[in-house]
């Protein structure tokens, strides 16, 4: 998925890092602000115990079904041939005119272009039914999560945009006009009691304890809830009415501090000072909003730095290429891995 920060080109760097710096290669890693969960899934098939959080729902659902489910679910009471047969079922069922068409394709009552009207209207019969398995009581949680995520994933890849739901293209995309298809997650086993939470970062630290936490904050002014809002409105299905050009939700209680100047140092500090873990691990690019010399400040308090970089390529949208203006003119910047070992006085 094209996700704000995805890690997914940064995992080897990520691990050889690690390997680099003499860390367990087992023990409790912890991915606090976890995003798709390209994170914890990599090292949870590297044998760690996982805990994932993030607060956005969608973030929640794509980490419970990669990182907590260990085995895919019968799918008995919707399909006599599990979940290739639920997904087809419902790869087939009758496209209905709903919230999705309404909202986001040309021919709803907001023509909005960010879903073709046949994809809508999939979208809509689809989510729909999952919901209504679900109120009927033929689906389990795991069940219910695989078939949600499944979609986002399915609707994701035919979405009208170019990087984040922040706008809709003019144009259609050739992607935009494929047919909407879902299909079956990579789900894989590690043996281990994975847990997911949906929290804000800096109360769940309070809580928790393990051998590695791994930090990978939003870095920039962009919030997410705005700019995956789509997602969110797939995963929490609430139907709520919608504002604006491009059709937000009420975002008002998922502002990230980590994407305001102004709250982000507090935060982080707030965040490190709390933390209960032997090591700790942070992502953060020469672009972030917070300073590089208040990073290693607040770091150095916790424990011995040890600092590795890569050089790595821009997440980009099309109208990013017109508007914005970088501190570094090409299309690198420079990954910064700070990884601590926490002093335990601290
Ligand atoms: C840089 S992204 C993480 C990307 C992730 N590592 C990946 O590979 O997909 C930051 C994530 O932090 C989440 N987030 C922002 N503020 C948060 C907070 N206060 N508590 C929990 N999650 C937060 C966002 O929803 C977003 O998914």
Redesign the pocket.
């Known amino acids: 998925m094209k996700?704000?920060?995805?890690?997914?080109r940064l995992l080897n760097f990520i691990n050889e890092s690690i390997i680099k710096a003499k860390l367990p290669q087992n023990g409790t890693f912890i991915?606090?602000?976890?995003?798709?969960?390209?994170?914890g899934k990599y090292f949870k098939n590297k044998k760690y115990k996982i805990i994932a959080?993030?607060?956005?729902t969608y973030?929640y659902i794509a980490q419970y079904v990669l990182i907590k489910i260990n085995k895919i679910p019968s799918f008995e009471k919707v399909s006599l041939s599990g979940l290739s047969g639920a997904l087809q079922e419902l790869n087939s069922t009758t496209p209905k005119s709903g919230y999705i068409f309404n909202n986001f394709a040309p021919s709803g009552i907001e023509k909005r272009q960010y879903f073709s009207d046949n994809n809508a209207r999939k979208i809509d019969a689809i989510r729909d039914k999952i919901e209504n398995w679900r109120n009927d009581k033929l689906l389990s949680d795991d069940e219910y999560y695989i078939l949600v995520y499944s979609l986002i994933n399915a609707a994701d890849f035919v979405a009208n945009i170019s990087g984040t739901y922040g706008a809709y293209l003019k144009i259609w995309r050739s992607m935009a006009l494929k047919d909407l298809e879902l299909k079956i997650p990579d789900i894989t086993n590690n043996d281990l009691e994975n847990e997911v939470v949906q929290?804000?970062?800096?109360s769940l630290i309070k809580k928790i304890s393990g051998d590695i936490l791994y930090l990978?904050?939003?870095?920039n002014e962009r919030q997410?809830a705005p700019n995956f809002h789509i997602l969110e409105t797939l995963a929490v299905w609430d139907k709520q009415k919608l504002v604006g050009k491009t059709g937000q939700r009420d975002y008002s209680k998922k502002k990230?501090?980590?994407s305001q100047k102004t709250n982000s140092i507090k935060?982080f500090e707030d965040l490190i000072a709390n933390t209960n873990t032997n090591y700790i691990i942070l992502s953060y690019n020469n672009e972030g909003i917070i300073p590089r010399d208040e990073i290693l400040r607040i770091l150095n308090n916790k424990g011995k730095v040890s600092e590795y970089t890569t050089d790595y390529r821009r997440f980009r949208t099309e109208r990013d290429h017109k508007r914005r203006h970088y501190k570094q003119c090409d299309d690198k910047v420079v990954e910064h891995l700070y990884i601590i070992k926490v002093d335990k006085k601290n």
């Open positions: 996700y704000i920060g995805n890690k997914t991915d606090i602000f976890g995003g798709t969960g390209s994170v959080n993030d607060f956005m973030s929290e804000d970062a800096n990978d904050p939003p870095y997410y990230s501090a980590y935060a």
